[in-house]
């Protein structure tokens, strides 16, 4: 059964930085590209990045140069690094595969407001 946990949210003024972690079960991690996604209130959910098995990674624009995607293969865990936070970014982060699984984690909650 597959299943992603998300962790590492919360609110943070504009401009600061979190780190996101996602650990995933019932994959087989290492070989498997995976991603971040996030969904605003009213909008669809969105890819934000990736990085696959290699570790070559990509970057939605709208986070390139302030988000830095990784991953530990023996954790079985991706990570986001969020730096230079904007109130745009608000939103709740899943991870998943890319393309994604249907089965999709409970996401974490980031909120960037003053």
């Known amino acids: 059964q597959v299943q992603f946990v998300e962790s590492g949210g919360g609110l943070v003024q504009p401009g600061g930085s979190l780190r996101l972690s996602c650990t995933a079960s019932?994959?087989?991690?290492?070989?498997?590209?995976m991603g971040w996604y996030r969904q605003a209130p009213g909008n669809q959910r969105e890819l934000v990045a990736t990085?696959?098995?290699?570790?070559?990674?990509n970057y939605a624009n709208s986070v390139k140069g302030r988000f830095t995607i990784s991953r530990d293969n023996v954790k079985n865990t991706v990570y986001l690094q969020m730096n230079s936070l904007k109130p745009e970014d608000t939103a709740v982060y899943y991870c998943?595969?890319?393309?994604?699984?249907?089965?999709w984690g409970q996401g974490t909650q980031v909120t960037v407001s003053s």
């Open positions: 019932g994959i087989i991690f290492e070989i498997t590209t």
């Open positions: 998943n595969r890319d393309p994604p699984f249907q089965s």
């Open positions: 990085v696959t098995s290699g570790l070559r990674r």
